[in-house]
């Protein structure tokens, strides 16, 4: 059974654009959980998303949203990019909601220049 | 809220040595656990997780952890350690039947492997 997997990989943007990022969750896996993970941070979560609905959020500002579709692919979306966005985000797949094994996906690095 | 530490920011063992990597929580009930490892530029990959039962859990790779409750600890274990384990372990913690906050990492410790 293939992994999750997440596209692209890297990723350089400049001050004030906006980017997306895709996550493919494992086949049969209807959660989708997204975590950004930096030096000074470390892993902290954003949201999760069940059922094309966002279910829970992290202390991220609105410039940070989601959304997932039928297939339980998912995608976030950061606008209005900062310095500070550049990061490593991973996208997590899960059965269901709330469920806690979670599986990773290697992640795209985005670079804010 | 739930958290986790990692109190060793960096370890460095010889291979073919034992290793421990310390993690304590805090959370208001039993948690569920988790240890995961990252190689570098890579995601997650889970070693091994405790949900209930059996405090002793093995896990991938020839891992191991004991969930000590009245310590808030789930200390990551291996017998004796190989070069390909060097990377960065993280801890984590999760609500039982789901939370807001999603799981809660450890900052993480890196494993140095001295030949």
């Known amino acids: 059974k293939a992994g999750v997997t997440q596209t692209p990989r890297y990723l350089i943007k400049t001050r004030g654009q906006q980017v997306t990022l895709s996550c493919s969750p494992i086949?049969?896996?209807?959660?989708v959980s997204w975590y950004q993970q930096t030096p000074g941070q470390g892993l902290q979560f954003l949201f999760e998303?069940?059922?094309?609905?966002?279910?829970n959020k992290g202390n991220f500002p609105g410039r940070f949203s989601g959304r997932q579709f039928s297939n339980s692919r998912s995608e976030m979306n950061v606008s209005t990019l900062e310095l500070g966005d550049s990061a490593l985000y991973l996208c997590?797949?899960?059965?269901?909601?709330?469920?806690?094994?979670?599986?990773f996906g290697p992640g795209t690095r985005l670079t804010v220049l | 809220a739930q958290s986790v530490t990692q109190p060793d920011i960096h370890i460095t063992v010889s291979e073919g040595a034992s290793l421990e990597l310390r993690c304590n929580y805090s959370?208001?009930?039993?948690?569920?656990l988790f240890w995961y490892v990252q190689s570098p530029g890579q995601g997650l990959q889970l070693l091994l997780k405790?949900?209930?039962?059996?405090?002793l859990v093995q896990g991938i790779k020839g891992f191991e952890a004991e969930f000590k409750r009245s310590q808030s600890s789930f200390n990551l274990r291996k017998p004796s350690v190989h070069w390909s384990d060097a990377a960065e372990y993280f801890c984590?913690?999760?609500?039982?039947?789901?939370?807001?906050?999603?799981?809660?990492f450890g900052k993480g410790t890196h494993l140095i492997i001295q030949p």
């Open positions: 997590a797949s899960s059965l269901a909601q709330g469920d806690n094994e979670q599986f």
């Open positions: 086949s049969g896996h209807r959660s």
């Open positions: 998303y069940f059922s094309e609905t966002q279910r």
């Open positions: 959370y208001g009930a039993t948690p569920y």
């Open positions: 405790y949900f209930s039962g059996d405090t």
């Open positions: 984590a913690v999760g609500a039982r039947g789901g939370g807001a906050d999603g799981l809660t």
